[in-house]
């Protein structure tokens, strides 16, 4: 891999709580160049903190350290808030988990896709109501033209998903982090939003972080994985390679999959073995 | 079949008027059996929340019937209704109050309902979908995706419902969270005889949950499968055998 688009080294977040702080992030290193980088894990086991910290979207009274954070040249660590205005939603974009949350209720899906493209592209109000428009199509929303005209609470689950995938893409961003951007998806157009975020690295050379519980959609599409537990990472592996893994909690996530063709009484839930939280990795 | 517990009959609901018209659910049907457990799968848009949401009441603008031991519901729903009958949220935002702390809004019930020992209630439920007692004092926005959907589940089982409409329950939690949540739940329905409608576009956890399974586009209930069906790819309809298929290529790539 050239120059990485993308390195975190020793990154630690912890957030205030009733007895000081408590560890949401205990030391993460990865690096992304222009690839599809997974992330599966544990429920609450700092993958979105992840995300948000290399958008500098945390809560102020989070606590912040890293050796480094680096989008190829600039450090995120340090870079002002106003630039950081420049580069969020511009050079990278986030698709939150809970996208019907995100999005302003107050205002319709258009203007905010019009705005967002305003923001971060030279285009003309009439300009950027056509590329949200095509944009939405694109995200196979049927009738574009109504659901334009909807506000967040009006969409449906998936449809709020779709739109803040189109309204992230517009801008054409280099680094694309996509929180379950497809959990509310059903499989046909699901395949068609992964194809398009496919391209956006393939042709476009973007790199895309996809944050996922989904393990075998993770295998199928991303290339690479890392696997969390607990605010570590516990073991990084190539995409093809996780339902063949070798980490016990990451064999413990494979078994735990309803299966899909035959019948079984009861879900295996796995033991946690406290060694994984101690086990420091490099 | 004894008397359905949940009984849908020719329930439409549209929004918006004129160009912006939708029929987001066209005449639908459907009986579960007490102690049931039917699925809605189909395509994104295609009226799944809404049947729900109109079944809860939170949208009585609705035509047509829902029948509870084959009893109208009441317009607006009432307290004994709701005593009977809980829904899980797709987002679990919607069922949680941003300014309060979880242990307020998970009160909130118990207290309307007139139930005793509440705090042991609370720390029972929270402990059910595994969060530690201390999660109870911490507002929505503290919490991780999985964890508030988890929330989200507890206070449904807070008030012991004997129907449950679960819209994507687990959508946001890992697998193995997610297999000790459908764990509790199957239990719950076994010893309880619960009833549940459940909406899911993960056909692993549809199969393992449900019997029944109706399949919706654009607003319509287009067939209705059982779980074997589902496994053993037996759709009549296209679009239900694109979905097989296309779950299968994933199950395939492992
Ligand atoms: N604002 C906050 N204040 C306090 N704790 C927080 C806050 N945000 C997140 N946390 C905690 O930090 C941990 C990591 O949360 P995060 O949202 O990163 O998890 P996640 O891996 O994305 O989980 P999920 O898969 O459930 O979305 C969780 O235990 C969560 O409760
Ligand atoms: N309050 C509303 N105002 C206008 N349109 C609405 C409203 N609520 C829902 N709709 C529309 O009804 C249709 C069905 O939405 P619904 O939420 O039931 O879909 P769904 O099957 O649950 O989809 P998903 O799987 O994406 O959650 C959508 O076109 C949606 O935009
Ligand atoms: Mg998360
Ligand atoms: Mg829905």
Redesign the pocket.
Same mark, same amino acid.
Not at chain 1, 143 to 163: F, I, K, N, T, W
Not at chain 2, 13 to 28: E, I, K, L, M, T
Not at chain 2, 143 to 149: A, H, K, V
Not at chain 2, 179 to 196: D, E, I, P, Q
């Given at each position: 891999m050239s120059e990485p688009l993308l390195e975190v080294k020793n990154l630690r977040v912890a957030?205030? %709580?009733a007895h000081g702080y =408590?560890d #949401?992030?205990r030391g993460i290193s990865f690096a992304l160049g222009r690839e599809k980088l997974g992330i599966v894990?544990? %429920?609450?086991?700092?993958? =979105?903190? #992840?995300g948000?910290a290399v958008m500098r979207l945390?809560?102020p009274k989070?606590r912040v350290t890293a050796d480094a954070m680096q989008l190829s040249g600039v450090d995120l660590l340090n870079a002002s808030e106003r630039k950081m205005r420049d580069i969020r939603g511009g050079r990278i974009a986030m698709v939150l988990?809970d996208p019907r949350y995100a999005l302003n209720p107050l205002k319709t899906v258009e203007s905010q896709i019009v705005e967002s493209c305003r923001i971060h592209t030279r285009a003309s109000r009439s300009e950027a109501r056509d590329r949200a428009l095509a944009m939405l199509e694109d995200v196979r929303i049927r009738d574009p033209q109504r659901v334009a005209r909807l506000y967040p609470h009006e969409l449906s689950g998936g449809m709020g998903q779709r739109v803040m995938i189109a309204m992230m893409l517009i801008p054409s961003p280099e680094l694309v982090i996509a929180?379950?951007p497809t959990s509310a998806l059903d499989v046909t157009v699901r395949g068609q939003i992964l194809d398009i975020l496919n391209e956006r690295v393939e042709a476009q050379g973007a790199g895309l972080i996809f944050?996922s519980?989904d393990l075998p959609l993770v295998g199928d599409f991303c290339d690479r994985v890392l696997v969390?537990y607990g605010?570590q990472v516990m073991e990084e592996l190539a995409a093809h390679e996780l339902a063949r893994a070798t980490h016990p909690y990451t064999r413990a996530l494979n078994a735990s999959l309803p299966p899909l063709d035959r019948r079984v009484e009861e879900l295996i839930v796995p033991e946690h073995d406290p060694e994984w939280l101690s086990e420091r990795r490099a | 079949m004894t008397a359905p517990s949940l009984e849908i009959v020719n329930l439409s609901v549209a929004f918006g008027s004129d160009r912006a018209r939708v029929q987001a659910v066209d005449n639908a049907g459907f009986r579960v059996a007490p102690g049931e457990s039917f699925g809605i799968i189909g395509e994104s848009g295609s009226g799944k929340s809404t049947i729900l949401r109109a079944i809860s009441g939170l949208n009585d603008e609705y035509d047509g019937s829902v029948l509870i031991d084959g009893r109208a519901a009441p317009r607006p729903r009432n307290k004994a209704f709701f005593k009977n009958v809980q829904m899980v949220f797709q987002d679990p935002y919607s069922s949680l109050h941003p300014r309060r702390m979880i242990r307020a809004t998970l009160m909130e019930p118990l207290e309307i309902h007139r139930f005793d020992r509440r705090d042991e209630r609370i720390a029972q439920a929270l402990s059910d979908v595994g969060l530690a007692p201390e999660?109870a004092y911490?507002y929505p926005?503290?919490?991780?995706?999985?964890?508030?959907?988890r929330v989200a589940v507890a206070r449904a089982l807070l008030l012991e419902p004997r129907i449950m409409l679960l819209d994507e329950p687990t959508s946001?939690?890992?697998v193995s969270v997610q297999a000790g949540v459908l764990n509790l739940l199957n239990t719950l329905r076994l010893s309880r005889g619960l009833t549940y409608v459940m909406v899911s576009h993960d056909l692993r956890v549809i199969a393992h949950m449900c019997s029944r399974i109706a399949v919706m586009t654009q607003g319509r209930i287009v067939e209705e499968l059982s779980a074997d069906d589902l496994r053993s790819q037996n759709a009549e309809q296209d679009y239900t055998r694109e979905l097989i298929t296309a779950s299968r290529v994933a199950l395939a790539a492992e």
């Amino acid at each position: 891999m050239s120059e990485p688009l993308l390195e975190v080294k020793n990154l630690r977040v912890a957030y205030p %709580s009733a007895h000081g702080y =408590s560890d #949401a992030l205990r030391g993460i290193s990865f690096a992304l160049g222009r690839e599809k980088l997974g992330i599966v894990g544990e %429920s609450g086991s700092g993958k =979105s903190t #992840a995300g948000r910290a290399v958008m500098r979207l945390l809560p102020p009274k989070a606590r912040v350290t890293a050796d480094a954070m680096q989008l190829s040249g600039v450090d995120l660590l340090n870079a002002s808030e106003r630039k950081m205005r420049d580069i969020r939603g511009g050079r990278i974009a986030m698709v939150l988990q809970d996208p019907r949350y995100a999005l302003n209720p107050l205002k319709t899906v258009e203007s905010q896709i019009v705005e967002s493209c305003r923001i971060h592209t030279r285009a003309s109000r009439s300009e950027a109501r056509d590329r949200a428009l095509a944009m939405l199509e694109d995200v196979r929303i049927r009738d574009p033209q109504r659901v334009a005209r909807l506000y967040p609470h009006e969409l449906s689950g998936g449809m709020g998903q779709r739109v803040m995938i189109a309204m992230m893409l517009i801008p054409s961003p280099e680094l694309v982090i996509a929180d379950e951007p497809t959990s509310a998806l059903d499989v046909t157009v699901r395949g068609q939003i992964l194809d398009i975020l496919n391209e956006r690295v393939e042709a476009q050379g973007a790199g895309l972080i996809f944050i996922s519980h989904d393990l075998p959609l993770v295998g199928d599409f991303c290339d690479r994985v890392l696997v969390m537990y607990g605010g570590q990472v516990m073991e990084e592996l190539a995409a093809h390679e996780l339902a063949r893994a070798t980490h016990p909690y990451t064999r413990a996530l494979n078994a735990s999959l309803p299966p899909l063709d035959r019948r079984v009484e009861e879900l295996i839930v796995p033991e946690h073995d406290p060694e994984w939280l101690s086990e420091r990795r490099a | 079949m004894t008397a359905p517990s949940l009984e849908i009959v020719n329930l439409s609901v549209a929004f918006g008027s004129d160009r912006a018209r939708v029929q987001a659910v066209d005449n639908a049907g459907f009986r579960v059996a007490p102690g049931e457990s039917f699925g809605i799968i189909g395509e994104s848009g295609s009226g799944k929340s809404t049947i729900l949401r109109a079944i809860s009441g939170l949208n009585d603008e609705y035509d047509g019937s829902v029948l509870i031991d084959g009893r109208a519901a009441p317009r607006p729903r009432n307290k004994a209704f709701f005593k009977n009958v809980q829904m899980v949220f797709q987002d679990p935002y919607s069922s949680l109050h941003p300014r309060r702390m979880i242990r307020a809004t998970l009160m909130e019930p118990l207290e309307i309902h007139r139930f005793d020992r509440r705090d042991e209630r609370i720390a029972q439920a929270l402990s059910d979908v595994g969060l530690a007692p201390e999660f109870a004092y911490r507002y929505p926005h503290q919490l991780s995706g999985g964890q508030r959907q988890r929330v989200a589940v507890a206070r449904a089982l807070l008030l012991e419902p004997r129907i449950m409409l679960l819209d994507e329950p687990t959508s946001a939690l890992d697998v193995s969270v997610q297999a000790g949540v459908l764990n509790l739940l199957n239990t719950l329905r076994l010893s309880r005889g619960l009833t549940y409608v459940m909406v899911s576009h993960d056909l692993r956890v549809i199969a393992h949950m449900c019997s029944r399974i109706a399949v919706m586009t654009q607003g319509r209930i287009v067939e209705e499968l059982s779980a074997d069906d589902l496994r053993s790819q037996n759709a009549e309809q296209d679009y239900t055998r694109e979905l097989i298929t296309a779950s299968r290529v994933a199950l395939a790539a492992e």
